[in-house]
Structure formats: C-alpha cells, structure tokens
C-alpha cells in the first residue's frame, strides 16, 4: 500500500510530441520567463496610469506552440491586436477578452468600467483608446525583452475571431506567454504570442561553442547583465530626529539641492553622474549631463 500511494503521488509523466520537436531550452525558458515577468509588472503599471483603477498583470505561463495550437487554445470570440514585425513574415499577437478591453476604455472615460453588452467590434473612438493602451504595452515588450526583440513592432490590424485571425502559417513556432489580468474589479486572461523565429536567434546564437574564459571573466560577464536600480536623487540633508518626529502634513523642509543643479543619478546610495529632468515619450527621463570621477 505505501508503495502504490508513493507511485500515485509521483510527478505526473509529460508525453513528448515528435510532430512539435521544438521546446525550449531550461535556460532559454527562464530567460524569457524573467522577461514576460518585468513586462507583466511594466504594462500592469501602465494600465494603473491609463485606465485610473489598480491594475495588476501577472505572468502565468510561456511555452512554444504551433500557431494552430495557439489559436485552439483560444475562444473562438476574443480581442486580438495583430503587430507587423518587419521583414518576418508572421505577425505578432496580443489577445484578450473583447469585454474586458471594452471595460477598460470604459474607466479612460470615467465610466464604472462595468459592461453589461455582450461581446461587439470596438467603435473608432474604443479603438483609438485601445491603441494607446496596445502603444504603452508594445513600449513595455521591447524594454522587457531588451536584445531579444530586435524587429519593431506596428500596429497591422485588430481580430475578434481566433479561427479567421491568420497572424502566422499554421505550422509556424510561436513563443506564447500567459497572463492574468485584474484590472479594477474585472479580471481576465490574456496572451501575447511573437513568432519563434523573431526570439530564438537572439536567445543563444553562441550555445554551441565553447567558451574559452576564465571562470573569474565568466562571472564578471555575468555580472554585466545584473540588473541594478539606478535612481535620481535630490542632495540629502542632515535633520535631527525631533525634527523628524514633529513631522506634520505642511511642514516644509528646506533642501540644500540648488534648484538649477541636475539631479544626482546613483546606484546602491553611490553618486555615478549628474541628469537633467526631461521625457522620454509618455515618460520621464533622466539626460545624463556629466559623469562623477572616481
């Protein structure tokens, strides 16, 4: 009996498809997970500021499917914004439920974000809006997956039905990450489907060699690729601790940060360079204006 109840509890086994031989790597896998993970807190983010209601984003999944499989995986009645990718001939996707993007334009509009209509085709105006949520979240896909992402993406055009939707051949790779979406109080899951071909050159295209580097060169590669926060800062000041206990709301503290002096751009509390405040598309943005001398 002990035995049998060890063997029903085992790691169920996976069957391997010959028909789909292509798989991702352990390493290459983790690396793109890490990267669906920023992009799902990235375009969570954006969605707070777009829509006006918390928003959150997680990353559930990414696997390699054909495109057949992952317009199956699909309803059949679904929101799809289709992206060119340059000289690559399929299309990239990002797909969600047609009644839950209708309740995020509905919030960009100050409305209650409740819908109550059943699934429909956006009008100009819902597709308008709905373009500069898909414009922020195509911003946070390129920042997310970096070197990865070398095609541009532009908008090609908007589906609502997964089997008429021909993003790509039927047969053709695709790396497919899974999201969940709580945007307010609606939630739903959502996709984001980029052809293999556009990823996988990018994601090891020295594997098969050897390296010939030192294990101390190795680590210090390796730590070129650690993402660090980096910060603009104000020069602190030096407060007493009454001071800091007596705080109240319209007390002013007085800064010893000149108001024409950049700000300071640092890493871990240490100074690296001096940047002015400016933007960067919808964001803000530091110009670095000069480097600290160490």
Known sequence: MPAKAAHSKSKPVEVYDFSRPTTLAREHARVLEMAFDTFARQW?????????????????????????????????????VLFNMGSIPAKAVIQFPVAAALSWVGHMLGGTGFQTAPDRKFTHIEQALLGKIMDDAVEDLHYSLGHLLTAPLTLSSVQYNSQFAQAAASGDPMIVATFDMAVGETTAPATVAIPAAALLPQLDPLGAQTSTATPAELVQLQMAHVPVKVCLQLEPIVVKPAMVLNLAVGDVLNLGHPRHRPLNVTVDGQTLAQAAVGASGSRLAGSIVSIEEN
Do not use: F, I, W
């Open 44 to 80: 969570g983010t954006q969605l707070t500021a777009k829509v006006r209601v918390l928003s959150q984003v997680t990353s559930e999944d990414v696997q390699v499917l054909s495109y057949d499989e992952y317009a199956a995986s699909l309803p059949d009645n679904t929101g799809m």
